[in-house]
């Protein structure tokens, strides 16, 4: 198909006269009235994008150029699809009740130094109890950066992200994760946090629905964590402000 064949079922599609056209393009009329009757077979890019920004089509379609077959209300039409579908993904996808493999562990449990510079954490094996009591032997800490950005951004902890089940969120494994101790989990609602679950460290997103607890993860592979708020053993560590390859 032609660039005047395309143009001439277009504008048949929505209705418009070549006079309308020349006016939204800013080109003569006789420019735009040779080019879709096919007199002019091959129009310069400085008339094709006049006339394809004025008509909001690329000039990739206009040439029929692989990738561009559709034109800007199919592009709509489109979008409106993938928003529908990812709506029916989500709404469908099963719940787990059961626990996932933990995707974090604690590398740091100390404060940032009042006077120091760059801030520091302090880093220490995990262990899968209780994280503010036992998170590795002291004997074996040493410190960790906290990259400024973060630290102004209140993040005292740091943890590395294992798997993959937060790759949607640009979370890959080995990421440090900068942490800000947020104890209310209320004020992590929607957030990106790490949490303890029965003993395992998790990184996910945090919501609430009807007196649930919902641990979402950012890859379609892993189904939500979804347990009842007082049937599980559970705590908030804080919400993740940042990770290692978003430092400046």
């Not at 393009?25 to 420019?31: I, K, R, V, Y």
């Not at 880093?123 to 950066?145: H, I, L, N, Q």
């Not at 943890?159 to 209310?184: C, K, Q, T, W």
Request: hydrophobic content about 35%; charged content about 25%.
């Amino acid at each position: 198909m032609d660039i005047a064949t395309r143009l001439q079922e277009l504008l048949k599609q929505r209705g418009l006269k070549q006079s309308r056209v020349a006016e939204l393009a800013g080109l003569p009329n006789e420019t735009v009235n040779r080019i879709v009757t096919g007199t002019t077979k091959n129009p310069g890019a400085y008339t094709l994008a006049k006339l394809g920004d004025g008509i909001g089509v690329t000039v990739g379609w206009m040439l029929g150029e692989k990738g561009f077959e559709f034109s800007a209300e199919d592009r709509v039409e489109l979008r409106r699809l993938i928003t529908w579908g990812q709506g029916i993904l989500k709404a469908t996808q099963p719940e787990e009740q059961e626990l996932q493999p933990a995707n974090a562990s604690a590398i740091t449990l100390g404060r940032r130094p009042p006077v120091r510079s760059p801030r520091h954490g302090r880093a220490t094996p995990v262990s899968a109890t209780d994280w503010r009591e036992s998170f590795g032997d002291r004997r074996e800490e040493r410190e960790v950066d906290i990259p400024q950005q973060f630290a102004d951004q209140h993040a005292t902890l740091v943890f590395r992200a294992e798997g993959e089940s937060m790759v949607g969120e640009h979370i890959a494994d080995g990421d440090l994760l900068y942490v800000s101790e947020e104890p209310d989990p209320r004020h992590a609602r929607g957030r990106i946090v790490v949490c303890v679950v029965s003993g395992s460290p998790y990184v996910k997103r945090l919501e609430f629905t009807g007196g649930k607890i919902r641990l979402v993860s950012a890859n379609e592979r892993f189904a939500p964590m979804v347990f009842d708020e007082d049937a599980v053993e559970w705590s908030l560590i804080g919400i993740v402000v940042g990770w290692s390859h978003q430092a400046r």
